[in-house]
């Protein structure tokens, strides 16, 4: 990491919803105009720049770019992102990440720790408002379907033949990752951990996620553990928790 003088250095960090936006770059080349702008005025040195393409629901904790991230975070550089939302829409994801690192916004660069909460919880109040609209979009579409609307019952029909199809590509390339070699290779190295916390008593999800974390042992896509993923690992390694 090079050093420039009278510089703070940094790390950008972009994320986008889907594989389409971050293959074409769709996004991507906005959130980094947003960051260079700013640090050319706040005088910031962008030593790395790492990209990640999942949800944003997904906890910034858990993200696939998450470990690679944290090499360069262990020199003390603080994050920079676009806008808030690029990091989460969620106050608490925001609020744990600020306990791990110090981070900031492009399009509001002076914004402390305080504005940073208001503006997270903005963001969280406009995803579940944007929730909402597409629920109420799709009960009323659902309603004109029911009163004998033909191009309502279409879009209804192929909507649920593309949220099938997506289930089930999901479900695919789920079994696939655990059915590969890497896969299972990954699964056999946990295979002592887990066998241990469960003989010392470990007796819930969160339990046993915190005691991999606490070891630094990561999941096969690099991010820490959490529930959902510690359930995933015992149905593969056909384990449960001991009765009480």
């Given at each position: ?35 260079q702008m700013a ?98 979009a799709l009960g ?57 916390a469960l003989y ?45």
């Amino acid at each position: 990491m090079d050093v420039v003088a009278g510089m703070v250095n940094v790390v950008a960090y972009y994320r986008v919803s889907t594989k389409g936006q971050g293959e074409s770059g769709l996004g991507i080349e906005a959130q980094r105009t947003y960051v260079q702008m700013a640090a050319k005025q706040q005088g910031w040195n962008v030593v790395a720049e790492y990209t990640d393409t999942v949800s944003g629901t997904i906890a910034p904790v858990e993200r696939p770019e998450r470990p690679e991230c944290r090499k360069a975070l262990s020199h003390g550089l603080p994050i920079v992102a676009a806008k808030i939302d690029r990091i989460s829409r969620s106050v608490l994801h925001i609020a744990q990440l600020m306990e791990k690192v110090d981070f900031k916004i492009a399009t509001m660069p002076m914004a402390d720790r305080f504005q940073l909460h208001l503006y997270a919880a903005l963001a969280e109040q406009e995803r579940q408002f944007i929730s909402q609209r597409t629920k109420d979009a799709l009960g009323a579409l659902q309603e004109r379907a029911d009163s004998g609307c033909a191009v309502s019952k279409e879009k209804v029909n192929r909507r649920s033949d593309n949220l099938v199809l997506a289930r089930k590509a999901k479900q695919e390339k789920a079994a696939q990752n655990a059915s590969s070699p890497k896969g299972q290779g990954h699964q056999a190295k946990l295979a002592p951990y887990v066998m241990a916390a469960l003989y010392k008593g470990v007796s819930t999800l969160q339990a046993l996620a915190d005691a991999l974390n606490a070891q630094a042992l990561l999941t096969s896509r690099g991010g820490e553990w959490s529930p959902t993923t510690v359930r995933r690992l015992m149905l593969a390694l056909d384990v449960t928790f001991k009765k009480a």
